[in-house]
């Protein structure tokens, strides 16, 4: 059947009120309450103070939930139409980091705009998510089988993952790569060439290995034997699973967490927010905020489960797998069962980036849940 001949879907008339009713609330909720921890928690990082993290956090709350709502509001046919252009804008903004990019620790992957510092590579992970979200809707599962209706996917993802090396950011990278490659699999790739590209990459490794930066390997080196250098390389994660100890059970109280409000924990604020909650609330604590993830993870997959069309469903499952990486990773790293990369607790840690991303993201998945009545033609015409 020729694209031209399907019939228009015609979606019922929401008014903003009736967005507004439609909005999921209950995961609303969720996301408030992870973000006012975040703010007691940088309020703890800072030894009792609103600053210098913890009203800037703060503000950003106050700023993204309305954006967040914004783009909900929104119909999800736009942002079908604008996939590929919000990629393509994406990709060029890190081709300029590499260009123009702020030198920071080493690494090149900010761009100052004056009033922010911007990272390309935290909006690419929402870009991307969209891009092939948009590229497989109109895919049937027999197309998936033959190997070059998967290369423009593939290249979706390599492209950005390579720019991201460059910078170098091997954490940003490889999660992009998980991400991209789990959307394929969602999408419906068959599971022997997930199995084949995983082989391929284990042979791969020494290659890899060889282009490495030396701060990179050490970064391996320090996650087998952090002890072999406790004041050098070893000792964020030393310091991480000290205070993770200490909290025990119950935590050491709020504002007393010894190893955070000593300043024996490095980067309390960013990507070790989680080891100070954990040291000052406990295990319980620490397990109640997981919950609080957990519920709001499975409360996105329901809005992807019951998606109107296969852009909504890989969209709103690929915002859902983010905030899991995100999490996952984070909390991952802090335990020392991977190595250290620098990947933010959502929500908690401090990041301005990282919260834009968050929320613009978030708002995607919402906007898919408000208008879940709303059909996108596989060929569309004219939407």
Known sequence: ???????????PALTAGGKLRALH????????????????????????????????HGVRLALGFPLMVAVAMVDPRLWFRLSYPAYGAVLALLVGVDVLGEISKGAQRWLD?????????????????MALARYFHAAYLEDLRRPLVLLPALLLILLP???????????TAATLLVSGTALLFMAGGRIWKFVAVGLAGAAALPVLWTHLHAYQRQRVFTFLDP???????????????????AGGLWGQGYLHGSQAQLSFLPEKHTDFAFTML??????????SVLTL??????????????????????????????????????????????????????????????????????????SVDVHRHVGIPRFPVDL
């Open 227 to 245: 002890e072999s250098d406790p004041l050098g390389s070893g000792y964020h994660i030393i310091q991480s699973k000290i205070a993770l100890g």
């Open 161 to 171: 993952c390579a720019l991201v090396l460059v910078q170098p950011d091997l954490g």
């Open 113 to 129: 705009l004056g009033v922010l510092q911007l990272q390309p590579s935290e909006l690419m992970k929402v870009a991307m998510v």
């Open 1 to 11: 059947m020729r694209a031209a001949s399907l019939p228009r879907l015609r979606a």
């Open 25 to 56: 609330w209950p995961l609303m909720a969720l996301l408030a309450v992870l973000g006012l921890v975040g703010y007691a928690m940088l309020y703890s990082a800072a030894g009792g103070s609103h600053g210098p993290w913890a009203w800037r």
């Open 293 to 366: 993830f957990l519920a709001a993870i499975l409360l996105g997959l329901v809005v992807a489960l019951r998606a109107p069309s296969q852009y909504g469903r890989l969209l709103a499952a690929g915002v859902v797998l983010n905030l899991f990486i995100y999490v996952a990773i984070n909390v991952s790293m802090v335990t020392g069962l991977i190595p250290v990369v620098g990947v933010p607790l959502p929500l908690i840690s401090y990041g301005g980036t990282a919260m834009l991303t968050l929320v613009l993201s978030l708002g995607l998945l919402l």
């Open 278 to 287: 954990a040291e000052e609330l406990g295990f319980a604590g620490a397990v």
